[in-house]
């Protein structure tokens, strides 16, 4: 049996501490290697020592210089957009072949949501998993964009403040403009908005998002099964992902058409409003964590579709002969 492709994560924080459990509770085709970090008393790092998985505490320039870095075929993201964009120079300069699955909202290689484009992006050499929120909404605006032209997607992420960590506080800015464009490349809408919400409730509240879709008259039942179908995959991967409440229809008639700014004045059309629910798998950060947690799912998910694709053996040879 072919080995499995060799990992590491650089991001010693709670995705990647969160990513590592996946990987080893649940990997197929990866192996973890490295875990790499900036901080020699992180508790990420000295976790991956007690598991067994070496550890670096110098960040992506000390995994250039370990023995394992010339067996890595994928590496892991989850620093911060701006380390990101550094780390994967170093990278590509010492190892033009290593594919980069980025966690951050970077956005240097193409946006993955692995239930609506993975197949597309299993060759690309950095994939960027977009953010939570576009990890949790981006597939609802696809299952009505593939019913129905959808105008406009707006998505409003609410996350418990806990749950968010120095890198998304950090990249705020990052978050609404890479979930707004991923809305519109990869969820098919002309124009997406997005939103975040740092939920400062005790005890803390699970993570919820509200998808909001324009789009030209169409069946609701057919939009509706779309959704549940949609709904069912990404569960898959990611368990605690669902539907709050059944989804919701409005129409709006063109005598009461909305005024939606870089839009158009007087739109309308069939308005569908999705409520979601992600709780996590808890199984390093609590379950009201389910926005780091469906970022970990979908990336492991991408990883190993790709880690497969470059374990397949070739296909073997074929001799033509001219029939005398």
């Not at 250039?64 to 957009?81: E, H, W």
């Not at 193409?110 to 609506?116: R, T």
């Not at 998910?301 to 053996?313: C, I, L, V, Y």
């Amino acid at each position: 049996m072919t080995e499995k492709i060799q990992a590491a994560i650089i991001g010693s924080g709670n995705i990647g501490t969160d990513l590592m459990f996946k990987i080893l509770r649940h990997a197929r085709h990866i192996e973890l290697s490295v875990m790499v970090g900036i901080d020699a008393a992180s508790d990420g790092l000295a976790r991956a020592a007690r598991l067994g998985v070496a550890t670096c505490h110098e960040g992506v320039e000390g995994l250039l210089r370990m023995p394992q870095f010339a067996d890595i075929g994928i590496v892991f993201d989850a620093t911060s957009a701006g380390a990101h964009r550094h780390n994967d120079a170093l990278l590509r300069a010492a190892r033009p072949d290593i594919v980069c699955v980025d966690l951050t909202p970077a956005a240097i290689g193409p946006y993955c949501v692995p239930v609506v484009n993975g197949d597309a992006c299993i060759a690309a050499p950095n994939v960027n998993m977009v953010t939570c929120g576009g990890q949790a909404t981006i597939p609802m605006v696809a299952a009505v964009a593939r019913v129905a032209t959808v105008h406009y997607a707006e998505i409003v992420a609410s996350i418990a403040s806990r749950s968010a960590g120095p890198g998304t506080r950090a990249n705020i800015d990052e978050f609404t403009e890479t979930t707004s464009r991923a809305i519109e490349v990869v969820g098919g809408a002309r124009k997406g908005k997005a939103i975040i919400i740092l939920n400062p409730a005790e005890p803390p509240m699970i993570m919820r998002d509200t998808v909001y879709t324009l789009s030209d008259m169409a069946d609701e039942a057919a939009i509706a099964d779309s959704v549940a179908t949609m709904a069912a995959a990404v569960q898959a991967y990611v368990p605690g992902y669902r539907l709050k409440q059944q989804v919701q229809f409005d129409r709006i008639e063109p005598g009461q058409g909305l005024n939606i700014p870089g839009v158009g004045p007087r739109m309308h059309g069939l308005k569908t409003s999705i409520f979601l629910e992600v709780e996590g798998a808890a199984h390093y950060l609590p379950a009201y964590a389910g926005n780091l947690d469906i970022m970990t799912s979908a990336a492991l998910r991408t990883a190993e579709q790709m880690a497969q694709r470059q374990r397949a053996p070739a296909p073997a040879a074929t001799i033509s002969r001219s029939l005398p």
